[in-house]
């Protein structure tokens, strides 16, 4: 069974929480097998994206750049060295709680 999260607040677009909850109740109705969970505005607990800045900062703890361009390089490659290894992507989805997506 695929599950997709939908997030109840504001969009970019402008959408209201009504018009997404009658675009996840279509997509139900549409395909049988998706689950959609709800999750609260913020919780971080939840959010995989958290442990992906936490492996982040511990990389960055002993940076000292010289100056914004080598910040954001410093800050680019740390990204660089999660987003390739499958085995701490996997930990942070893991480690968030959410149901395995993984299996």
């Not at 607040?9 to 009658?22: D, K, N, Y």
């Amino acid at each position: 069974m695929k599950k997709f999260a939908v997030e109840r607040r504001w969009t970019s677009a402008g959408a209201s929480p009504a018009r997404e909850l009658v675009r996840s109740q279509q997509l139900l109705r549409q395909h049988s097998r998706l689950h959609i969970e709800h999750f609260p505005s913020y919780a971080s607990e939840l959010n995989p994206d958290e442990g992906v800045w936490s492996l982040a900062k511990r990389a960055l703890a002993n940076s000292c750049p010289n100056n914004v361009e080598e910040l954001v390089e410093d800050v680019i490659r740390s990204i660089n060295a999660i987003r390739i290894s499958t085995q701490k992507l996997r930990g942070c989805i893991l480690q968030s709680g959410l149901p395995s997506l993984l299996r």
